[in-house]
């Protein structure tokens, strides 16, 4: 594949949801391992264009937001119709990729059950599951707080969700933050950095008043690069079925996963650091489209503190 030239290389289109995009990052680095020496594009949401700085690729980015009735398709399809491309990864089966120059490559739906990450790597035809990466240079790491950088120990926190209904209490986030961290804890001493987006400041300032300034880094509203460079660094990182989360787990973080109306095994945290734990209870209809989220009540309840300190426990094993 490697052999496929054109004058304008390679063409990917990522999914829409910054979860699913980290989750297809383990596949787009085979891409570019499959098209040595190719300028690459990419077509991705705007805040997700960061995580590109470092492809190791001629790479050009090309934030895609979404507007009304399709518009953002008619306006990337105007803009690239006179390139043509060796190839062409539409990870979203898009309109504009149907009618660009070069041939196309999707992604297959699987039949019965199959993680995301499994359907993002079969893009690239037969082969193996493509864990997700990030790309990152020491630079991210250098520009983290002083705190952040100094600590011996550091806990990332994600409090938080798309909807309501899989957002864990923001409550116990603190008291397992509190627990995990205090004298006789698993991470005792740690540092405790919540991270997402500015929406999310509010549950982090709970999170603060629980363990104290002198341990805790507010994170929330830093860059997508900047917070893998603090995932990589973590010695845990616990939270709800997110972006957050698929982040730690490309970025090497121990990782658990708080699951309840959705479904761990289409969108658990990927690799063998990381793990997922259940609300008990929780009507749920596994699959790829879930109707049972709730938008205005939360089905996180029945998950307690004391099983998400159990199940963060299993995941560290004997290592303290």
């Given at each position: 594949?490697?052999?496929e030239?054109?004058?304008?290389?390679?063409l990917?289109?990522t999914g829409?949801l910054?979860g699913?995009l980290?989750m297809s990052?383990?596949?787009?680095?085979?891409i570019?391992?499959?098209?040595?020496g190719?300028?690459v594009t990419?077509v991705?949401p705007?805040?997700?264009?960061v995580l590109?700085?470092h492809l190791?690729?001629?790479t050009?980015?090309?934030?895609?937001?979404?507007?009304?009735?399709?518009?953002?398709?008619?306006?990337?399809?105007?803009?690239?119709?006179k390139?043509?491309?060796?190839?062409?990864?539409?990870?979203r089966?898009?309109?504009?990729?149907r009618?660009?120059?070069?041939?196309?490559?999707?992604?297959?739906?699987?039949?019965?059950?199959?993680?995301?990450?499994?359907?993002?790597?079969?893009?690239?035809?037969?082969?193996?599951a493509r864990?997700?990466?990030?790309?990152l240079?020491?630079?991210?790491?250098?520009?983290?707080?002083?705190?952040?950088?100094?600590?011996?120990?550091?806990?990332?926190?994600?409090?938080?969700?798309?909807?309501?209904?899989?957002?864990?209490?923001?409550e116990?986030?603190a008291?397992?933050?509190?627990?995990?961290?205090?004298?006789?804890g698993?991470?005792?001493?740690?540092?405790v950095a919540p991270?997402g987006?500015?929406?999310d400041?509010p549950?982090a300032?709970?999170?603060?008043a629980?363990?104290?300034?002198?341990?805790?880094?507010?994170m929330?509203?830093?860059?997508?690069l900047?917070?893998a460079?603090l995932m990589?660094?973590?010695d845990?990182?616990?939270?709800?079925d997110?972006?957050?989360?698929?982040l730690?787990?490309?970025?090497g973080?121990?990782t658990?996963?708080l699951?309840?109306?959705?479904?761990e095994?289409?969108?658990?945290?990927?690799?063998?650091?990381?793990?997922?734990?259940?609300?008990?209870?929780?009507?749920?209809?596994f699959?790829?489209?879930?109707k049972?989220?709730?938008?205005t009540?939360?089905q996180?309840g029945?998950?307690?503190?004391?099983?998400v300190?159990?199940?963060?426990?299993r995941?560290?094993?004997?290592?303290?």
């Amino acid at each position: 594949m490697g052999g496929e030239r054109a004058a304008d290389g390679v063409l990917i289109i990522t999914g829409s949801l910054i979860g699913d995009l980290i989750m297809s990052t383990g596949a787009i680095a085979e891409i570019v391992r499959r098209h040595p020496g190719a300028p690459v594009t990419v077509v991705c949401p705007p805040a997700t264009a960061v995580l590109f700085r470092h492809l190791p690729a001629e790479t050009e980015v090309i934030p895609l937001a979404k507007k009304k009735r399709g518009e953002h398709w008619l306006e990337l399809w105007w803009k690239l119709r006179k390139r043509r491309w060796a190839r062409i990864y539409d990870f979203r089966n898009s309109g504009a990729g149907r009618f660009l120059n070069g041939p196309r490559s999707l992604t297959r739906r699987a039949g019965g059950i199959a993680h995301k990450v499994l359907e993002a790597s079969s893009i690239l035809g037969e082969g193996p599951a493509r864990a997700p990466v990030v790309w990152l240079t020491g630079a991210e790491r250098e520009a983290l707080p002083p705190a952040i950088r100094a600590a011996k120990r550091l806990l990332v926190i994600g409090p938080g969700a798309t909807r309501i209904g899989k957002a864990w209490p923001v409550e116990r986030f603190a008291a397992l933050a509190a627990r995990l961290t205090g004298p006789g804890g698993r991470l005792e001493g740690a540092v405790v950095a919540p991270t997402g987006g500015p929406m999310d400041r509010p549950a982090a300032a709970v999170i603060g008043a629980a363990v104290g300034p002198e341990r805790f880094v507010d994170m929330t509203g830093a860059d997508l690069l900047t917070t893998a460079a603090l995932m990589a660094g973590a010695d845990l990182f616990v939270g709800n079925d997110s972006g957050m989360m698929h982040l730690a787990a490309a970025a090497g973080a121990p990782t658990l996963g708080l699951f309840g109306p959705t479904d761990e095994r289409l969108y658990g945290p990927w690799g063998e650091r990381a793990a997922a734990v259940r609300a008990p209870g929780v009507d749920v209809v596994f699959g790829k489209v879930s109707k049972t989220v709730s938008p205005t009540e939360n089905q996180m309840g029945a998950l307690t503190v004391d099983e998400v300190a159990a199940a963060a426990d299993r995941l560290l094993g004997d290592g303290r």
